[in-house]
């Protein structure tokens, strides 16, 4: 079947769906906090319900990417959404599309 990430994946080379070659893309989403990772508390943002998110900056990414490498500053620590995000995933090939092309 013909999908919207179908048509994404397609849309481009899978050599260049790369960490090494992208903009921290997935950084931009909103990342919820569903596990204990050891994320400094300043880094997190908490609604009125006590529902934990990475708090983002106005440019858009997670306050912990480093805006000149573009790569986590609490690698060891990040939330087990970064860590199940996977290279090269429909959900990858989205937002690396998004934010690079
Ligand atoms: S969007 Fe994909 S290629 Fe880009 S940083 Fe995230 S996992 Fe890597
Ligand atoms: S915690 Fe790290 S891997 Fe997760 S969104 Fe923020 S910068 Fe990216």
Redesign the pocket.
Known sequence: MLTAETIAVTNIDNSE???AK?N????QLEVMLITDTGVPEQYIDRDQWGGETMKKLDDGWCICVDRETKLCTIYENRPWVCRI???GSYE?SD??IAVNQ
């Open positions: 769906l790369t960490c992208c921290a893309a997935c950084c995000f996977e290279m990858c937002e690396f």
